[in-house]
């Protein structure tokens, strides 16, 4: 038997209107312990996530719990958070006690980041293992003695086969991303690790999407867990806002960039800009005003006095924009808010209905704008189901568009002056400079003064475009003999154009599916699912990636190891 659980974006909460109110659940609403809260409070978390909300209290009394949740949810802290409250003070032992599996490298390092961010005061040991990592290193880290290891399964169970990684002290059993594991062949590793550890156990499962496969494996493995669904397809109540909604997918490293030039293409009367947490806030405020924009900051931690000049300043037009956390922005009434700005896709649809709501507002057209990073683009999707309204994803603004854009600003500039202003006492000017040029010269250099004086330098820095992974095909009628425990292998390859890339490493080496999709997966932009079909031969492998990727998947392959060891990768040779 299982319990259901939708988190604030069900019906009978909905979305509240802008302005209002609500019941506000802080971190210590949730019982963690105070050692977790002042480190929530060091990275500027000012409250929890719809996911959080509902997740860590069952998690931290100990319950099952199947949690559907993408990236950008929160999720990663929604189990961390239970995981460390849970460690007892004493941890005398060299063993672990919690485990979390995860499909890439790249999640592995990320997560352990987070639970040795949270567990800090708790002294924690948190130990990353994954593929592709020299063992050795990996063996003394574990050897040092650990509380909670993040690992990939296949090296766990390497790991746990040579008697290094042993499992028979653990409480918390973790699997995150639960659905992509099972896509990169990783079911058959997962079993055998889960009966590696004690049946009296924590399992805890989150996946973006609940495949048939999933849902029977975690039938066997989870007791009446408690199951937390996002509410997906519930639209918002009473007339949408009128708001053009836009999205631009770009990596991390170049969002303060691309949000300038986003900025600078819209030119926004005012605008919002909401960021996570307290950090990000005071940090892109000081970048936004390098750059030259005139930006205010405004969270949780700052006083009423000093919200209130802030205020003061954007209603009076001398702060252009506000950087803004959820919780500091409640209630804001700005008439002349034009733009709202996600920096990150909200962690929920509600919250996203709540940001926009705050423009568009009595008959005028508002914009809202959010930057996606590649890994969060599923949130997207779901907001559009909620809000019911498309998200046009489109590309930030080429050098070329931007000077396009400031050329027409100054003609629209020119052209009111030459409609309105007392233009004579320039007459003389004009007349001397004509008997050495010709007229339309003279009127070059003037356009180029006053272009200059207007827009400032041009901005040189192109900003690297990144398209977002396709989506993987439904899989809803994922049984019968295309069921359960059939990895990568046979799964056949997507649509497009593939390219089929030969690895000198096979059976003999002990290569498995799983080992060159976790390679790929980790060391590349793509994702498991991206992943086509897979032959294992005795000396070799043949592996097909879309070959708008191929290139990037032989560089990154030659550059790590496959089972320990360096080996050849290139392009199949068409056969004679
Ligand atoms: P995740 O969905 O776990 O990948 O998390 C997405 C991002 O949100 C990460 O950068 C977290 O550090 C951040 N984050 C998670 N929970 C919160 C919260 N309650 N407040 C602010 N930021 C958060």
Do not use: W
């Amino acid at each position: 038997m299982t319990s259901e659980v939708e988190t604030a974006t069900g019906p009978d909460r909905g979305a509240a209107p802008t302005g209002t109110e609500e019941a506000v659940t802080t971190f210590a609403d949730l019982g963690l312990r105070a050692e977790l809260l002042a480190a929530l409070t060091r990275l500027g978390y000012e409250e929890p996530t719809p996911i959080q909300r509902e997740a860590v209290p069952p998690m931290a009394a100990g319950r099952d719990l199947l949690g559907q949740a993408a990236t950008g949810t929160g999720k990663t802290a929604a189990y961390a958070l239970p995981v460390l409250q849970r460690l007892p003070d004493d941890r005398p032992g060299r063993d672990p006690l919690a485990l979390v599996l995860v499909p890439t490298r790249e999640l592995c390092i990320q997560v352990s980041e987070a639970l040795h961010r949270y567990g800090r005061d708790l002294g924690a040991r948190v130990v990353p293992v994954y593929g592709g990592q020299p063992i050795p290193r990996q063996l003394r880290a574990l050897e040092a003695g650990v509380d909670v290891v993040v690992a990939t399964p296949g090296r766990a169970l390497d790991l746990v086969q040579r008697n290094s990684l042993r499992l028979g002290g653990v409480a918390t059993v973790v699997l995150d991303e639960a659905d992509e594991m099972l896509d990169m062949g990783f079911a058959e590793d997962l079993e055998a690790l889960l009966d590696e550890v004690p049946e009296e156990r924590q399992t805890v499962l989150f996946s973006a999407t609940m495949p048939s496969r999933l849902d029977s494996m975690a039938r066997r493995h989870l007791r009446d867990p408690l199951r937390i669904q996002l509410a997906r397809e519930m639209p918002v109540e009473g007339e949408a806002p009128r708001v053009r909604q836009t999205a631009f997918v770009v990596a991390r490293a170049a969002k303060a960039a691309a949000l300038g030039r986003v900025l600078d293409v819209e030119s926004p009367t005012a605008a919002i800009v909401f960021c996570r947490t307290r950090d990000e806030v005071d940090d892109l405020t000081e970048t936004l005003n390098a750059r030259g924009y005139r930006a205010e900051a405004l969270h949780g931690g700052m006083s009423q006095e000093q919200r209130d000049r802030v205020m003061g300043r954007l209603r009076g037009g001398t702060a252009e924009l506000l950087v803004a956390t959820d919780v500091a922005a409640r209630g804001l009434d700005v008439e002349q808010l034009t733009h709202v700005v996600n920096y990150d896709v909200p962690a929920a649809a509600e919250t996203y209905v709540h940001r926009i709501g705050r423009v568009g507002r009595a008959g005028r057209e508002g914009v809202a704008i959010t930057l996606v990073e590649p890994r969060a683009h599923r949130m997207l999707k779901t907001i559009e189901r909620v809000t019911g309204a498309p998200i046009h994803v489109e590309r930030v603004p080429t050098v070329a568009d931007l000077r396009a854009r400031r050329l027409e600003l100054t003609r629209a500039a020119l052209r009111e002056s030459l409609l309105g202003d007392e233009l004579e006492r320039f007459r003389a000017v004009v007349d001397t400079l004509t008997d050495e040029f010709d007229v339309v010269e003279v009127a070059l250099a003037a356009v180029k003064l006053a272009h200059e004086a207007t827009t400032g330098p041009d901005d040189d820095e192109e900003i690297p475009e990144v398209t977002l992974r396709p989506e993987r095909p439904r899989r809803d009628g994922d049984r019968g003999d295309r069921g359960q425990g059939r990895g990568p292998r046979e799964r056949r390859s997507g649509g497009g154009d593939t390219a089929r890339l030969f690895i000198g490493a096979g059976r003999s080496a002990g290569v498995r599916p799983g080992d060159l999709v976790g390679a790929i997966a980790g060391e590349t932009e793509l994702r498991g699912r991206d992943v086509g079909a897979i032959e294992i031969a005795e000396r070799f492998s043949l592996v097909e990636v879309p070959e708008a990727a191929a290139e990037d998947v032989i560089a990154a392959l030659k550059a790590t190891t496959v089972k320990g060891r360096k080996v050849t990768v290139r392009r199949e040779r068409p056969r004679p």
